[in-house]
């Protein structure tokens, strides 16, 4: 961890791979995962069973968990994101497990000393969490969570019984508080930015989750800057960004780090056959990539005519591109998480009350560093230990072909143009802005891959509710393996049991390793802010009119 030299607050430093080492000890029948792997260093570990209670049809379990550069301070944390799957069949077909209870530290919930536990309403998962004031690497020994298999439909014998497993995973976030900010940063005159007139560039101050009036005015008002895309509302339109749809003022969890290959293949790989189909990034459908091959540096490989195959991936702590708005919605249904919306992406970016900087980056400054194409080392096959090496590079950009690491000679020219590794721009020596982070600490939210976010330039984007997932994909015929949120964008017009099926209310913030425009990864464009694939007839996943690689990053309101 350093400070920020402008600001003063902690962020973290150096960013390592994540290899999530599981070994489980079984003290019942059943039986729990040997082994998992995830991004950026957080570890659980000696999984067991210590009690069952029948007459309250609970499991309680106990972990030790552990990540790199954490930190706790006045204003943010860190935190880590844990939930359960179960299988009681011997691990082909999985459900999302339920926590015992809810709040802080619910009976039977010991998060050990120096942490806290926190449980949604929806019981969905468990939020752990330091107390103290710290920053370094974070240890949490024995923190015990109780799995409420009754909640879940199962019996004693079921939940006891040698063929039932139990999987646990784990998401690094950061903590946004609650708090008032600047959406916009004064320069509205391009990239369709907020602001409060057509002849007023000042940002909009967002003060409360308070409906939004959204009017056509001259100055010191809501006033809405249209880019111009199919379907999006025009300038100067008059609508209501109602009371229900998160601005970001109340506090939220934001994943650390973009959603990475192993991450993706973790949860493709719980899924049965038909919804692998429907989510599978290899093929050609909505825009995949069409082979199980690397191309623009994207690992993942899947057989799709073997029902028994398991997608794998070469490189689990990349970036994960290739992703649909459908894609992305599937994973945060699943993972008990939901899409964020454009308002909180500028929260997380900016930070409470902090005054914007006109054309500034997430990480608050107007200049920026990119990463020069001889700078990954060491230069050998990338194994998720891979840095840039120079201390000041921030920002992956304008199709780099990379001439190290994977891009070297003798090494895959698919491994050249594409995604880097999450967090990689992090060092011992790095602060806010040598690190490329957020206010708060988040990873790339410029440049990489896109962040997907909920528009508010539609209306069906303005009609979501800030619903999270249940951990329960579709399953009716032929439209399998899609989030089933209704209020979410992209829920299919004709049958909402179908899911989320397209993505009409979605867009991009933050551009991507491709863009060579500087301004779109300046924190308040809004140029492809409401511009959907589907509304402007392009492909799902990529499209090379269209020029956009959509990553991952997903948010969970603060219990």
Do not use: C
């Not at 079984?26 to 999984?47: R, Y």
């Amino acid at each position: 961890m350093s400070a920020d030299g402008e600001s003063g607050r902690l962020i973290p430093t150096k960013v390592m791979m994540n290899y999530l080492k599981i070994f489980l000890v079984a003290g019942i029948a059943f039986s729990l995962s040997a082994k998992a792997v995830d991004a950026n260093n957080l570890q659980i570990e000696d999984l067991e069973v210590t009690s069952m209670n029948s007459a309250n049809n609970v499991i309680a379990m106990q972990a030790d968990f552990s990540w790199s550069n954490g930190w706790k301070s006045v204003e943010s944390n860190d935190a880590v994101w844990a939930f359960i799957k179960f299988s009681t069949d011997g691990g082909t077909t999985w459900k999302h497990g339920s926590m015992a209870g809810s709040g802080l530290n619910p009976a039977g919930f010991d998060p050990t000393s120096g942490f806290q536990v926190l449980v949604p309403q929806d019981e969905r998962g468990f939020f752990l969490e330091q107390t103290n004031f710290a920053t370094g690497n974070v240890e949490a020994t024995n923190v015990t969570f109780v799995w409420d298999y009754g909640q879940d439909g199962l019996t004693d014998d079921q939940a006891g019984a040698a063929n039932t497993v139990v999987k646990i995973f784990g998401v690094e976030m950061v903590k946004i508080p609650e708090g008032s900010f600047y959406a916009g940063d004064g320069n509205s005159s391009s990239d369709y930015r907020f602001k409060q007139g057509s002849g007023d560039n000042e940002a909009w101050y967002i003060q409360s989750e308070n409906a939004i009036n959204v009017i056509n005015t001259v100055s010191d008002g809501f006033y809405y800057q249209s880019s111009g895309a199919t379907g999006e509302d025009s300038s100067g339109s008059t609508f209501l960004i109602p009371s229900s749809f998160p601005k970001g003022y109340s506090g939220f969890y934001m994943m650390k780090y973009e959603l990475t290959e192993g991450q993706w293949v973790r949860f493709f790989n719980t899924l049965t056959y038909e919804q692998k189909l429907t989510r599978d990034i290899t093929s050609s459908l909505q825009g995949g990539k069409n082979t199980d091959g690397i191309v623009n540096r994207n690992t993942i490989a899947w057989d799709s005519n073997d029902e028994r195959a398991v997608a794998t991936t070469l490189r689990p702590d990349r970036a994960m591109s290739y992703l649909s708005w459908p894609d992305l919605a599937a994973y945060a249904d699943w993972a008990g998480l939901r899409p964020m919306t454009e308002l909180e992406y500028e929260k997380a970016a900016r930070g409470t009350d902090i005054q914007p900087v006109p054309n500034e980056y997430a990480w608050g400054k107007t200049t920026m560093n990119e990463a020069q194409a001889s700078e990954i080392f060491p230069d050998a096959d990338e194994n998720g230990g891979e840095q840039i090496f120079d201390g000041s590079a921030n920002i992956n950009r304008n199709s780099l072909s990379w001439s190290s690491g994977d891009g070297r000679v003798g090494g895959n020219a698919d491994g050249q143009k594409g995604a880097i590794r999450a967090g990689i721009f992090a060092e011992e020596t790095t602060n806010r802005a040598t690190s490329g982070a957020g206010y708060y600490g988040n990873m790339e939210l410029s440049g990489n891959l896109n962040e997907m976010v909920v528009t508010v330039g539609r209306s069906q984007g303005r009609q979501f509710l800030g619903t999270h997932g249940d951990g329960t994909l579709s399953v009716l015929n032929n439209f399998e393996g899609n989030a089933t949120n209704t209020d979410w964008p992209g829920i299919n017009a004709v049958d909402a049991a179908r899911g989320v099926t397209g993505t009409v209310g979605s867009g991009y913030r933050g551009g991507d390793f491709q863009s060579s425009n500087v301004r779109a990864f300046q924190t308040s464009s809004r140029t492809h802010a409401a511009q959907d694939p589907d509304s402007e007839g392009y492909s799902q996943r990529y499209d090379s009119s269209l020029g956009i690689f959509g990553g991952g990053r997903l948010v969970r309101t603060a219990p």
